[in-house]
Structure formats: structure tokens, C-alpha cells
């Protein structure tokens, strides 16, 4: 049996999950309300606070989807009681990040023009300080998503370590030329 299907998902207080048709679950917690729909295959119950999803076979595919299925769950149900969060740091002279209408993102990182970014909706982004752009939302998903397209405006580069980062991320940096 798969070692992350097996486990139940508690419900905290204060969080619902409800099973519809064809495997649409809704989560309801204090943040918000996530739905996903899963393969209908997997079978989820909910019973006295806990959440269990079970598999009809032991293929191949069906061990696969068992895992994948209450991992997703349980990302579902930490998001709407806690919420994700993820910090970018921003390295270099002159590069900086600021809010423009509280719905884009403006980031000077080198570039000859400031790249605009525009927010998703249900994601809010905060920038305490210009060299830190702080991304949350109830969705694990967009979350990391629009974290990774930030990010992806400007790499950390090994030579000078020069870039937007994840708070925590290793940069291996590179020597660069040297004389002989």
C-alpha cells in the first residue's frame, strides 16, 4: 500500500470537506474554499474529522493516483486553514521590487525597462522591504506557480550571485577568470 495514501488527513476545526459526484471535493476552511476534482477511480470518505482515500486495485496506475490524490487532499486542507507562503529575496545593486495598484508587480532587476508582472487572482503579494517579495494564497499551486515565474524574470547567475532567489535557496557560485 502506498506510504503517503495510507495516512488520514485530519480536519482541523473550522475546516469542511465535502464529497460530491464524480469525486468534486470541496474544502471549506476560515481562508476561503478550494474544489478539485478527482479521478474517479479513488475512493475519498470523510468520517469523524478524518479524511481517507482508498484504492480499488493494486496496479501500477491505481498506487500511483493514491498517493498523488491525498497528497493533493491534504494540501487542500493545510490551505484553507493556514495558507502557503513563499519569500523571493532579490540580489544585486540597483534591483528591487514595489507594488504597482495592488494588482502588479513591478521588478527592476538590470533590464533596461521595469518587467510589470500582473497578480493572479486569490494570491496577495506583499513587499515589506524592496529586496523581498513575499507571495500568499490558499492554493499550494499558484502559489508556487507565480513564485517560479517571478523568479524566472531574472535567475540567480553563479559568478556574481546576482538574481531573484527562494528565501533559503543555495546559489553554487562559479570563480570566474583568473590570471596567470
Not at 36 to 56: C, G, L, Q, W, Y
Not at 147 to 157: D, F, G, L, S, Y
Request: proline content about 4%; cysteine-free; glycine content about 10%.
Amino acid at each position: 500500500m502506498s506510504r503517503v495514501g495510507k495516512l488520514a488527513i485530519q480536519v482541523p476545526a473550522g475546516a469542511s470537506v465535502v464529497v460530491g459526484k464524480q469525486n468534486l471535493v470541496t474544502v471549506k476552511g476560515p481562508k476561503g474554499t478550494l474544489e478539485f476534482s478527482f479521478h474517479t477511480d479513488m475512493k475519498i470518505e470523510v468520517a469523524n474529522n478524518e479524511v481517507s482515500v482508498t484504492r480499488p486495485s493494486d496496479s501500477l496506475r491505481h498506487r500511483a493516483l493514491h498517493g498523488t490524490t491525498r497528497a493533493l487532499l491534504n494540501n487542500m486542507v493545510k490551505g484553507v486553514t493556514e495558507g502557503y507562503t513563499k519569500i523571493l529575496d532579490i540580489k544585486g545593486v540597483g534591483y528591487r521590487a514595489s507594488l504597482k495598484d495592488s494588482s502588479t508587480l513591478v521588478v527592476s532587476v538590470g533590464y533596461s525597462n521595469p518587467v510589470e508582472v500582473v497578480i493572479p487572482e486569490g494570491l496577495t503579494v506583499e513587499t515589506p522591504i524592496n529586496t523581498e517579495i513575499h507571495i500568499k494564497g490558499i492554493d499550494k499551486q499558484a502559489v508556487g506557480e507565480f513564485a517560479a515565474n517571478v523568479r524566472k524574470i531574472r535567475q540567480p547567475e553563479p559568478y556574481l550571485g546576482k538574481g531573484i532567489r527562494y528565501r533559503g535557496e543555495y546559489v553554487r557560485r562559479k570563480e570566474g577568470k583568473t590570471a596567470k
